[in-house]
């Protein structure tokens, strides 16, 4: 398939890029605000760069991909006017314009949390859940990821992952995990319209998503 990866400079992005072009059939497309940042992503192994901006008009961004993986962020340090308009706002047009497209496959990374949005973060956690909620009743197979903190952690190809956890304590997930959960989504049939937590753990991913 061809799979637009929105926020592919970013962190967990790259991640997700260099997977799909060394792990998978699929073939990235690496969508971007800055045309500088192309070099670096056809080495990681993207198709194509594609230039655009979640805050401008995104309409036409999806048109011939088989697949949308969302990735992109506003970033820690910018404040709330900037993630609604990114994580929410931009999130939701992207549904729109893929709902437009005919795509076949959403996959949205979110955030534990964002089901009951609280907390310093609670401003983030809102817009992941309202962007979360119009990807739920937009029609498409969807897939929504939400894993707890992230780190820089090498990949362990093991996680625990269900709809709901239950965090006892601050737990995490390296992202090149996550770029793996989110690569599988479109892989694995019983990730089709599936809501999932995920944190470090001890089941394969592929066996874990298979019985969620």
Same mark, same amino acid.
């Given at each position: 398939?061809?799979?637009?990866?929105?926020?592919?400079?970013?962190?967990?992005?790259?991640?997700?890029?260099?997977?799909?072009?060394?792990?998978?059939?699929?073939?990235?497309?690496?969508?971007?605000?800055?045309?500088?940042?192309?070099?670096?992503?056809?080495?990681?192994?993207?198709?194509?760069?594609?230039?655009?901006?979640?805050?401008?008009? /995104? =309409?036409?961004?999806?048109? *011939?991909?088989?697949?949308? &993986?969302? %990735? #992109?962020? @506003?970033? +820690?340090?910018?404040?709330?006017?900037?993630? /609604? =308009?990114?994580?929410?706002? *931009?999130?939701?047009?992207? &549904?729109? %314009? #893929?709902? @437009?497209? +005919?795509?076949?496959?959403?996959?949205?990374?979110? =955030?534990?949390?964002?089901?009951?949005?609280?907390?310093? &973060?609670?401003?983030?956690?809102?817009?992941?859940?309202?962007?979360?909620?119009?990807?739920?009743?937009?029609?498409?197979?969807?897939?929504?990821?939400?894993?707890?903190?992230?780190?820089?952690?090498?990949?362990?190809?093991?996680?625990?992952?269900?709809?709901?956890?239950?965090?006892?304590?601050?737990?995490?997930?390296?992202?090149?995990?996550?770029?793996?959960?989110?690569?599988?989504?479109?892989?694995?049939?019983?990730?089709?319209?599936?809501?999932?937590?995920?944190?470090?753990?001890?089941?394969?991913?592929?066996?874990?998503?298979?019985?969620?």
């Amino acid at each position: 398939m061809k799979v637009l990866v929105v926020g592919a400079n970013g962190h967990t992005g790259r991640l997700l890029v260099q997977y799909l072009a060394n792990n998978s059939d699929h073939h990235p497309y690496a969508m971007v605000r800055n045309e500088d940042q192309e070099e670096e992503l056809m080495e990681l192994g993207a198709v194509e760069v594609i230039v655009a901006d979640l805050e401008a008009d /995104i =309409s036409r961004v999806t048109n *011939g991909m088989d697949a949308v &993986i969302f %990735a #992109a962020g @506003s970033g +820690s340090k910018t404040g709330p006017d900037k993630t /609604i =308009s990114v994580d929410q706002e *931009g999130a939701i047009k992207l &549904i729109d %314009a #893929a709902k @437009s497209s +005919s795509v076949k496959h959403f996959v949205m990374l979110s =955030s534990i949390g964002a089901d009951d949005p609280q907390g310093p &973060i609670e401003h983030y956690l809102t817009a992941k859940r309202i962007a979360d909620d119009h990807l739920k009743n937009s029609g498409l197979t969807y897939t929504i990821v939400r894993p707890g903190r992230l780190t820089h952690d090498k990949a362990t190809g093991k996680v625990e992952l269900a709809e709901k956890i239950e965090l006892m304590d601050d737990r995490s997930i390296p992202r090149a995990d996550v770029a793996h959960v989110l690569a599988a989504s479109l892989e694995i049939n019983n990730a089709g319209n599936k809501v999932m937590e995920i944190l470090s753990g001890d089941k394969e991913i592929e066996s874990a998503m298979e019985m969620l």
